[in-house]
Every structure is written in structure tokens, then in C-alpha cells.
């Protein structure tokens, strides 16, 4: 009997409705949130009430799309941790409701695990063990993954994720939220070796971007002080530099990490893991030191209900349910 799943995304701004089928994700739909744009970052109260308003039309057109019918479902899932907790209570109530009525088991999914194993969506995969560098807004993390339910986290930041500092940086340039996809599309036009930055010198496989952030906010200040236009007359040059920057950082852990573990199947993943610049970086190293790299489709980096879906599709194969008095958490540890 196959294995019919529903799984919903709803940790932050994007509600999100998948549905898999064996293993295949046959369908993966998002509703995005423009509400959040001229605040300059996600209000958590809007988004939960744009969670409210999207979840019931875009679980019917992941279901429509899939060619399933809600009888048909083995199982579903929802994000579980971590996000805004008022984001995922609106994804948790429905995925128990509907599971409560359709009495079929209920599956609680880790969000940055699901990210890690977005790689897992689509071949080529990586085989185990593995090494996962998870970029995103929240959350910078080197992951050691020994079996799709077995993960370990090796490194981690001590303070801002790199998506934070993407984000943080393109304010300082004055453009607009979200502001880490323009820093990219700008550095493709820029020398990344005009401005140098400082790499932090931070023990072991953990990272900061703390120090990174604070001093580009000083190199700013300074040669605007000097020429008004400096930001302006050369944004490409600063977008560049500074992408260069945070992907060394990223980059240069992860070598480390393999050279201790041993491990030569390397995987990014997370939100930043759509960024060109560390996509590319990524494939180059991996010639450098001979890995095997793997990279999610751009679809299943950003948040995104597949992820959710193939995360789920391992823990039902395991029997790793939850009851219906499960709650969301807004941080947990995987």
C-alpha cells in the first residue's frame, strides 16, 4: 500500500503544502507574505494571521496538483520547531485537526533537519555519512548526518547566522528587505577582492558574524564620511567583498570539518544555499579537495513544505509519530 503524505511549512513568513508519495514529492506549494516588505522584516503577528488566511487554498492546490484525495493520506505532517511560535501554531492546530479526522497518524518535523534532508528530494543523493553546512537567516549549523534520522550538529554560530549578516549588510546599503538576494545579484556585477573584510578566528567548527557585521558598519560609516555617494558609486565592489567574505568563512569551517571527520560528501543546504555566489564556491572547492558536493534545487532551499514531506516520509518508514497533544516549540535542538 503506498505511502501518501501531507506535509505543511509554516515556521516563519511562508505557508507552504506538500504532498509525497513513496518517497516523490509529487507536489510542493508556497503562498509568500508581502505584507512584511515595508517593515523591513517579518512581523510575527501578521504572519501568523497571513498563515491563517493562506493554509486552507494551498493545501487544496498541493492536494489538486498531486492527484490525491484527503481520504487517501497515510499520514500528516507538520513543522514542529523551531520558527515563530505563532506561525507554527496555526500549522500545528490544522495538521492535528485533519489528522484528527481523518484518524490517520500525525508526524512533528524538526525545520532545519527538514532542511538537510531536502537534499534528499531529488537525485543524485549523498550517501552516508554525510557533511551538511544549513545556512539560513537563524541558523548557521555543520551538520553530521549518519542516517536520515540520525544527525549531529558538529559546529554552529556563536551568536548571528549568516543569513543575518547578509541581511544586516544589505540594510546598511540602504536596500530593501529582503535584502541577502540583492547583495547577491549585485556581487555578480563587483570585484569581490576590492574591500577586504576580517575572517573572525573562532575555535573549533564554530562561526561569528558578529565582528564581520561591525565592521563593515565602521568601513561604511568611515568612507561615507569622506565621499557622501561611496555606498552608491560603488555598490557592486562593497555587495561583492562582502559575499566573499561571509562564503570564506562558511567555506573554510566546512573544510576543516572534513578534514577531521573524514567525510568527502559535502551538502549546503537552507535558505542562503539559494545564494549563486556560495553554489558556485561550493562546487569549487569540492574540485579542490575531491568531494562530492550536493546542492537542493532552489525550490526545496528557501522554507518549503517538500522538505517537510521528505523528512516525514523517513520518520513514518520508523514509526516516529506524535500524539495530538503535541506542541510547537520555538527553539529546539535535533
Aim: net charge negative; proline share 5%.
Amino acid at each position: 500500500m503506498s505511502v501518501k503524505i501531507l506535509a505543511i511549512e509554516s515556521s516563519c513568513d511562508d505557508t507552504g503544502a506538500a504532498v509525497i508519495v513513496d518517497g516523490k514529492v509529487l507536489s510542493n506549494r508556497i503562498a509568500n507574505q508581502k505584507v512584511h516588505e515595508e517593515y523591513g522584516g517579518v512581523v510575527p503577528e501578521l504572519a501568523s494571521r497571513a498563515h491563517q488566511e493562506n493554509i486552507v487554498p494551498v493545501v487544496d492546490v498541493a492536494l489538486q496538483m498531486a492527484g490525491v484525495k484527503k481520504e487517501e493520506l497515510s499520514a500528516i505532517a507538520f513543522t514542529q520547531s523551531p520558527g515563530l511560535i505563532g506561525s507554527l501554531l496555526v500549522g500545528s492546530c490544522f495538521a492535528k485537526s485533519m489528522a484528527m479526522a481523518l484518524n490517520i497518524p500525525l508526524i512533528g518535523v524538526h525545520h532545519m533537519q527538514a532542511h538537510v534532508l531536502a537534499n534528499f528530494i531529488d537525485d543524485p543523493k549523498p550517501d552516508f555519512p554525510f557533511i551538511c553546512l544549513t545556512v539560513s537567516g537563524g541558523h548557521t549549523q555543520i551538520v553530521l548526518c549518519e542516517s536520515p534520522l540520525k544527525m549531529r550538529v558538529i559546529g554552529e554560530t556563536l551568536d548571528d547566522a549568516a543569513g543575518e549578516a547578509f541581511d544586516k549588510s544589505a540594510k546598511l546599503l540602504g536596500l530593501p528587505y529582503p535584502g541577502g538576494p540583492l547583495i547577491d545579484k549585485y556581487a555578480k556585477e563587483g570585484n569581490p577582492l576590492r574591500f577586504k573584510f576580517p575572517e573572525p578566528r573562532i575555535p573549533e567548527l564554530n562561526f561569528s558574524f558578529s565582528g564581520l557585521k561591525t565592521s563593515i558598519l565602521y568601513f561604511l560609516q568611515e568612507n561615507q564620511q569622506k565621499d557622501p555617494e561611496f555606498i552608491q558609486n560603488n555598490l557592486a565592489d562593497i555587495c561583492a567583498s562582502i559575499q566573499h567574505r561571509i562564503i570564506s568563512i562558511l567555506l573554510n569551517k566546512l573544510v576543516k570539518a572534513t578534514e577531521e571527520t573524514g567525510v568527502r560528501d559535502v551538502a549546503i543546504a537552507g535558505g542562503v544555499s539559494a545564494n549563486s555566489g556560495l553554489r558556485a564556491a561550493l562546487e569549487e572547492y569540492g574540485k579542490k579537495h575531491h568531494w562530492r558536493t550536493f546542492i537542493p534545487k532552489f525550490e526545496y532551499c528557501t522554507d518549503n513544505a517538500g522538505m517537510i514531506a521528505i523528512t516525514a516520509y523517513y520518520k513514518y518508514l520508523a514509526g516516529d509519530f506524535v500524539s495530538l497533544d503535541a506542541v510547537p516549540t520555538a527553539r529546539a535542538a535535533f
